[in-house]
């Protein structure tokens, strides 16, 4: 779930004291924040969510850390405070209805935070919101210098007047004392009315300001319109100005090009990241000529190249899309994802990647559509982008029709992770001259198969969980749209939940369901609905067995 599909501000503050480099288990890590703060995001509506890091005790060998996740939610009952960690607990029957479950989360955050010799607690209101924290004990190494530039010394920080516009009082605090440490003199301004008034004043005293950090969405005056009032007052066009936004809509970055903005950054941001852009923009004005405008991918493209790709993963299964960017990133790599073929020619119209991976079936526009699109309109620019196909169809010719429709390389799912380790080598190693061709094997008949399914993940048990708890909110879902399918007689419909839980259930390694959601595509596909309701009563029967074996398997790992 993202923040910004909400409206929700998402902040992460880490206090000066916390050292930069600490030794544990960043995969036990990693779950336990993506479980918190995804739960904090499930039930804050409006307002904001913020994640908190403190060094609690820090020593010569080892250090304490104490996180919060803040959130403006539904809170949670006193008397149940205390259950809330239980497995499958939660605090209202009413609210699981509504926002969906805790499920694992609570239950497998609290185990992994106690294997870290860590303890979680929580303090909540209803309607108030919550704020839960753990700790954990960590082994302390020594500290490296972060580096912001490579040729540009912090000294360009230091001393720079600063102008913050947010609306948000938590961020302006946590952006506030981020430049502060750097050296910088911060003003802060609630609205786009007031950081004018502080701007004009400021020219009035002779003493501007170099710099101007603005939210995009704000109430009254947003801040694109900040920025076009202050374009219309040259006393105060000065003033090198950054955009930041939890939210980033499609043709934004091109309107802070056109309005001269010299940085765009998604909230939130990585404090590496904002002080590297920060000296970037402020350095342009010292050299001659114009800079593109800086964002994320400008960051990170600096870094290196020549074995960490940049791939569009375009696939439309949630399951599928977490799985796939997971295994791409524990290799390095960066992941861009596309739901559908027409988003991933959007995505391609404003930027080239190393790789896409295409799934072939998927609604709206299809990867065999959308890679014939692609390939006309490179007749006209002469580029080619490299695409591999990735399905789960296995019939005779489905490889040519592949390659028919201009595909490179052909890979088949469920994902593993071999496989995809072959194609990804093929690329690094021969460019755009071919792509091995995976072949897809039989899965163990049961539930769910253990072994298969740790190795499609590469052993990764915090993934596991996530999956999890991703299948176990989606299912039902689809469950009830497939019933409502059989009912309506809606044929196209029944056959698009039958393809989604067919790729879904592959990549579990749930062959029996998914061989029923084959047959329920299969009934889509031909209209014939007679046993469609029998079927899908079937199938909602076995992946109710599957997530009781997986989420056994998710507290076996823990074990």
Known sequence: MRADEKGLELLCEV???????VMGDPGRLRQILINLVG????????????LKVQAELTGEEASILHFTVSDTGVGIAPEKLNAIFDSFSQADTSTTREYGGTGLGLTISRRLIEMMGGRIWVESEPGVGSRFHFTVRLGTTVARAVVVGSTIAPAIL?????LIVDDNRTNRRILEGLVTRWGMKPTAASD?????????????????????????HMPKMDGFGLVEQIRQRPELSTSTIMMLTSGGQRGDAARCGELGVSAYLLKPVRQSELREAIVRVLSAKEQPGAIPMVTQYSLQDDGDSTTNLHILLAEDNPVNQKLATRLLEKRGHRVAIAANGREALSALEKRSYDLVLMDVQMPEMDGLEATMLLREKEKVSGERQLVVAMTALVMKGDRERCMAAGMDGYLSKPIRPQELDEVLDSYLARGSEGFSVAEPNDSLEASVSAKELLERIDGDRSLLAELVELFRGDYPGQIRTAREAVAKGDAATLQRVGHALKGTTGNLAAPIASRIADELKSMGRTGDLALAGTRVTALEEELIRVVEVLEGLCMEVLK
């Open 158 to 162: 230091r001393g720079v007047k600063v």
């Open 39 to 50: 739960n904090a995001l499930k039930f804050t509506m409006e307002g904001e969510v913020s």
């Open 192 to 216: 786009g009315e007031k950081a004018l008034v502080e701007l004009s004043a400021a020219r009035e005293a002779n003493d501007p300001y170099a710099l101007i950090l603005t939210d995009m």
């Open 15 to 21: 206090s000066p004291e916390v050292s930069e480099r």
